[in-house]
């Protein structure tokens, strides 16, 4: 049975059983054995509690408290430590209710400049590996390493436990991986070990699986797990019996889809080109505003913001969505489409804006401005006979973005915009 010592990443043979106890090539303890280890080679990696984690890297002090990075009380909890998790905080909980449970938590203020940098550092590790990553969130990624065994000098299991030990080492966060011969599998197994994990799924998968409740599968959740249960299935092994035709007649057309998915197959390749759908910013407030002037001057950073993520992801928005939420937790929506794609902060305001005032009338508690429709960054401000403003304006942002990169983003600001 093949083993791996995540401690040396020496991949060692032991006949016809597993190895046990201590690696005899370093001593260490940290050894996992599958059939399959030295063949697979899809992998998953998902960074522990991210922002969580980077801001422990950066305040040593807090390694051993619980951390929630989140903001205000009425925000959301957008990542929190292990230690916290022992309380029961989870992601997206509202933060008076995570407060709640750990009153002892510090709590940090998103810095998604500082988590997208070292996400990019993460990310340039990674495709020294192969350049076949895919990117799923900003602390995760797929990987194929297939056909990597010969530029490493060894199997994928062996490079991605080096992996995991450098970005511990010379980043300051870790990693879990999962490795499969699929997309779907490596997830499953990624989540099996966290934190520092390395979890393997072969072709046992769907026998490793079938006692585990419906809602480990991604893509399952609350609402189909209580329609699932109405229909007698409360595991995955329960639903991965099923055939195809009485999945669909049970189930509807998805019905062999969730059935395949629990049998663990899955046949997406590793794209390293990923459609990014929308970008967006939003911000919950400390109390509830009505004065359509507040909630204007509540829109401009959040433009200012928007911009600042399109010129980053070099996109520009042909469209716009303002998001505004009541006090009673009503979602109102409202879509204005651009005459000439922007990246600008003043153009997607003064888009906005109107917006604004027109629904103005109930109490919100939330506000928020999302580019609706991508288009390439090139096609962005170039003006017209009609539009010549547009072209300086660019000019304008591209050298205040200039200073901001040399000298801090605190050293120039701009006004409010009423």
């Not at 550092?121 to 194929?144: C, F, G, K, N, Y």
């Not at 390293?272 to 939003?282: H, N």
């Not at 109390?287 to 204007?296: A, F, K, Q, W, Y």
């Amino acid at each position: 049975m093949p083993t791996l010592c995540r401690d040396c990443d020496a991949v060692l043979i032991q006949p016809g059983a597993e190895l046990s106890g201590a690696c005899p090539q370093c001593g260490g303890r940290r050894l996992i054995s599958h059939a399959e280890l030295g063949t697979l080679a899809i992998a998953h990696i998902d960074c522990d509690a991210f922002f969580a984690s980077v801001e422990k890297r950066d305040r040593p002090e807090l390694r051993d408290r619980p951390v929630i990075v989140g903001g205000g009380t009425r925000g959301v909890v957008a990542a929190c430590c292990y230690v916290a998790r022992l309380s029961g905080v989870r992601s997206a909980m509202p933060m008076f209710k995570a407060l709640k449970l750990c009153p002892d938590a510090t709590v940090i203020r998103p810095d998604l400049s500082k988590y997208g940098a070292v996400a990019r550092e993460i990310r340039d590790m990674m495709q020294r590996l192969t350049p076949l990553v895919q990117p799923l969130s900003i602390d995760e990624a797929a990987l194929d390493l297939a056909g990597t065994e010969a530029l490493h000098g060894a199997p994928p299991a062996a490079v991605l436990s080096r992996f995991a030990r450098d970005v511990e080492t010379n980043v300051g966060v870790t990693v879990s991986i999962g490795l499969a011969a699929n997309r779907l599998r490596a997830k499953l197994a990624a989540e099996r070990d966290k934190p520092r994990g390395f979890a393997i799924l072969g072709a046992d998968t769907a026998a490793v699986l079938a006692p585990e409740p419906l809602g480990t599968l991604p893509g399952i959740g609350p609402a189909l797990v209580r329609k699932l249960a109405g229909l007698g299935m409360t595991r995955i092994g329960q639903l991965a019996a099923l055939d195809p035709r009485t999945a669909r007649q049970r189930l509807g057309d998805d019905g062999p889809s969730l059935v395949a998915r629990a049998r663990g197959e899955d046949n997406r390749r590793v794209n390293p080109v990923r459609e990014t759908k929308s970008i967006s910013a939003e911000t919950t407030f400390a109390h509830d505003i009505t004065d359509p002037v507040l909630l204007g001057r509540a829109l401009w950073p959040l433009c200012e913001k928007l911009g600042r993520r399109l010129r980053a992801e070099q996109f520009a928005a042909a469209a716009l969505v303002l998001k505004l939420k009541t006090a009673r937790f009503e979602t109102h929506t409202h879509a204005v489409r651009l005459t000439a794609p922007t990246q600008l902060p003043e153009t997607i305001f003064e888009a906005a804006k109107p917006i604004v005032h027109q629904a103005a009338g109930p109490a919100f508690r939330l506000i928020g401005i999302g580019a609706a429709r991508l288009v390439p960054a090139n096609l962005a401000d170039h003006g017209d006979l009609m539009d010549q403003e547009s072209p300086r304006r660019a000019a304008r942002q591209q050298a205040m973005d200039t200073i901001r990169a040399k000298f801090g983003a605190d050293i120039i600001r701009r006004g409010t915009v009423e």
